[in-house]
């Protein structure tokens, strides 16, 4: 993972919520402090004296796996001060690492409202949205990403993902050429581009394309694969 002191705290879990994370779906909050509590004793919920010091306490929590005290301390930090972007994103990606979307698609979503212009926001929404299969708006959001910055390796990469997952086979392509042209030597890239280019019916292109992978990435199984098929297919051609 990159990257909440409530003033109103009281001993409980689930009791120290303000205003601002009531709009965060419950079950979300509920859902990973089962997950993180189910071993251990009742711990009381802390004061902080800060924003600063909540999110400092959480990382901390999470390091040491007690992921129950860190999504606390996440918490009390937004309750101190809601209108942080960066706090925003840093319990979104908190929650998106343990897999709790709707949490983090909120919180992300949170964050690009007070920053518009932040590219890294925008590529995490993205992300949360792609994990959950809405595809057309994880699309969006990857687009909009690569609006404030086009050499953005992630978003260009989960951009040919996403319109590849969407039957978009030329649209998908046409990211993954964009990424190689930034770097020539991903072999993830080659690979998946070669996979279009066979769907087009651009065979040699696609043998060219999965050799340059396997030679990056020898142990590229699917790769040597697809390779070896397409290296018979080009041959009867």
């Not at 997952?165 to 964009?178: D, I, M, N, P, V």
Request: aromatic letters at 6%; glycine letters at 6%; hydrophobic letters at 40%.
């Amino acid at each position: 993972m990159a990257r909440q002191d409530a003033r109103n705290v009281k001993n409980g879990e689930g009791q120290a919520r303000s205003h601002f994370l009531h709009r965060v779906p419950c079950e979300v909050l509920e859902s990973l402090s089962r997950q993180s509590s189910s071993d251990r004793g009742v711990t009381l919920e802390v004061r902080y004296a800060s924003a600063e010091e909540a999110c400092k306490a959480a990382r901390k929590h999470a390091s040491n796996g007690d992921m129950q005290q860190a999504l606390i301390a996440y918490s009390h930090a937004l309750e101190w001060d809601e209108n942080s972007a960066s706090m925003c994103d840093e319990f979104g990606q908190f929650l998106l690492a343990h897999n709790q979307l709707a949490g983090a698609e909120y919180l992300f979503s949170r964050a690009l409202s007070l920053d518009p212009l932040n590219a890294q926001y925008c590529y995490r929404q993205g992300v949360v949205l792609q994990q959950q299969k809405q595809l057309k708006q994880a699309a969006q959001s990857f687009t909009a990403a690569l609006q404030q910055n086009p050499r953005f390796l992630g978003a260009l990469f989960n951009l040919g993902i996403v319109h590849r997952e969407l039957g978009e086979t030329s649209r998908a392509a046409e990211q993954f050429k964009r990424l190689l042209q930034i770097n020539a030597e991903d072999p993830c890239a080659l690979a998946l581009l070669g996979e279009c280019q066979a769907d087009l019916g651009d065979f040699e292109g696609a043998v060219r394309s999965l050799e340059d992978a396997v030679r990056l990435d020898p142990q590229n199984r699917s790769a040597q694969k697809d390779l070896l098929r397409l290296r018979e297919q080009v041959g009867r051609v």
